[in-house]
């Protein structure tokens, strides 16, 4: 996408100003960033780097120090909004389904969204896509790691969030998998939305990104910046 095109689109993500420490310890310090609605934008950045916290910050499971963020043009108070419109898929953050099978989550699903009940038969059709079907009854915590992304993907694509955020989206799955994902991730920016990705690994995901950043130093800057990209992984 050139950069006009970019100009014009309305932002879905800006983030001003957003500092986060632990203690004595800055993770972030002053970032902007911005992301157009219709985008797929990659954030990179070593281990330890700030990339989780950032994102956990973007979508408010992290209170932060100073700053203003806003998605869609919402500010993060708007709590049922940045709800509703947003997901993340994390390694992390997937403990509260546990104790569900995928069936059960995806029902649950359809009723705090509202989605129509014909939904169901589409997740079957993505189900076997990503060959999971034959694991939608048995419990999440019983479930491989790479099937329980697959888990969390096929959520996303129910609720088809304006904003969905990937931390380490490739890690634990299958080529098939990664190549869908890749196409899923087209096709929403074709829909109009936007997703952002993280990856410690350069070059995952940046071939269909239109941008790429790195978060170093505490801050995020394009990935093409001369003095920065020479620190590159
Ligand atoms: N709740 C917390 N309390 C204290 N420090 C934290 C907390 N969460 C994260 N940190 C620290 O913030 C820093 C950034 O961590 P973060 O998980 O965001 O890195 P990352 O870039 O996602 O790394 P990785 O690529 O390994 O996943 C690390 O030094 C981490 O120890």
Redesign the pocket.
């Known amino acids: 996408m050139s950069t006009t095109a970019q100009a014009v689109q309305p932002l879905l993500v800006s983030v001003q100003r957003l500092s986060k420490s632990?203690g004595k310890?800055l993770?972030l310090d002053a970032i902007d960033f911005e992301m157009p609605q219709a985008s797929i934008y990659v954030l990179t950045?070593a281990?330890?780097?700030?990339?989780?916290?950032?994102l956990q910050c973007l979508l408010h499971y992290e209170t932060i120090d100073s700053g203003r963020i806003e998605i869609d043009g919402r500010p993060l108070s708007d709590r049922l909004y940045l709800r509703r419109n947003t997901s993340l898929i994390s390694s992390d953050q997937q403990q509260f389904i546990d104790l569900l099978t995928p069936g059960e989550y995806f029902a649950f699903i359809t009723d705090i969204y509202n989605i129509p009940s014909s939904a169901t038969q589409r997740i079957r059709d993505w189900a076997e896509d990503l060959n999971v079907s034959k694991e939608l009854d048995t419990l999440i915590a019983n479930l491989s790691f790479g099937t329980k992304k697959k888990i969390q993907v096929l959520a996303s694509m129910l609720i088809a969030p304006k904003l969905l955020v990937c931390d380490?989206i490739y890690e634990g799955l299958d080529t098939d998998a990664v190549a869908y994902m890749q196409r899923l991730f087209l096709q929403r920016k074709e829909q109009g939305l936007g997703t952002l990705l993280?990856t410690?690994i350069a070059g995952y995901g940046q071939d269909i990104a239109e941008r790429t950043f790195r978060?170093a130093n505490h801050q995020i800057h394009p990935a093409d910046e001369p003095e920065l990209s020479r620190g590159c992984l």
């Not at 281990?47 to 950032?54: E, I, L, M, Q, R």
Request: no cysteine; glycine share 18%.
């Open positions: 632990y310890k993770v950045g281990n330890g780097a700030g990339k989780s916290v950032f380490e993280t410690h978060l």
